[in-house]
């Protein structure tokens, strides 16, 4: 097997990689089963997996698409987990565009919650866009989540409802 050095020239340079190499082979944990800091396992899930089994201290996160320029914007709504089951650990946005704001660019929202106990409860998400309801923001979700009003002007059908997705969580 050939490898490339990018430190051409320098003596030093294999030293260096042998150092690296070493760390990547013997890792940088803590020499226990706990992920470095001490924060428990996440686990990710796809947003249509409506079903999830969990364990104590178990960490997970659902991630949906969301463009704030389009007024199109997911929450977490009624109902909300049992909290002697399930915590929200909260949500970060990642842009498309990476840490440069583009307008019209949109990016990822994702959930992230913590298995507390055994039991099983059911939370929702609520996606919303611009024709689906009104009087929300990024922050705070519409009063009612039925569809929104239909416009008074032009024969328009009415709107339609915004997208719920309960999930089930199993916590053994």
């Given at each position: ?30 020499g226990t089963d ?21 364990r104590p201290g ?73 024709t689906t309801c ?39």
């Amino acid at each position: 097997m050939r490898t490339a050095s990018i430190f051409r020239g320098s003596r030093g340079g294999a030293a260096v990689a042998a150092v690296a190499l070493l760390a990547l082979a013997t890792g940088c944990g803590s020499g226990t089963d706990e992920p470095a800091g001490g924060s428990p396992s996440t686990v990710s899930h796809p947003v249509k997996d409506t079903s999830i089994d969990s364990r104590p201290g178990e960490r997970f996160t659902l991630t949906v698409d969301q463009n704030v320029s389009t007024r199109e914007y997911w929450y977490l709504v009624d109902p909300k987990p049992d909290s002697s089951v399930l915590v929200s650990r909260g949500q970060e946005y990642a842009s498309d565009s990476g840490d440069e704001p583009v307008p019209g660019a949109g990016g990822r929202l994702t959930f992230t919650f913590e298995a507390k106990g055994k039991g099983t409860t059911r939370f929702t998400l609520l996606h919303c866009t611009f024709t689906t309801c009104q009087g929300n923001t990024s922050t705070r979700p519409p009063e009612t989540t039925g569809p929104s009003a239909t416009p008074t002007t032009g024969a328009t059908a009415p709107a339609q409802a915004p997208e719920r997705i309960t999930y089930t969580v199993t916590v053994d």
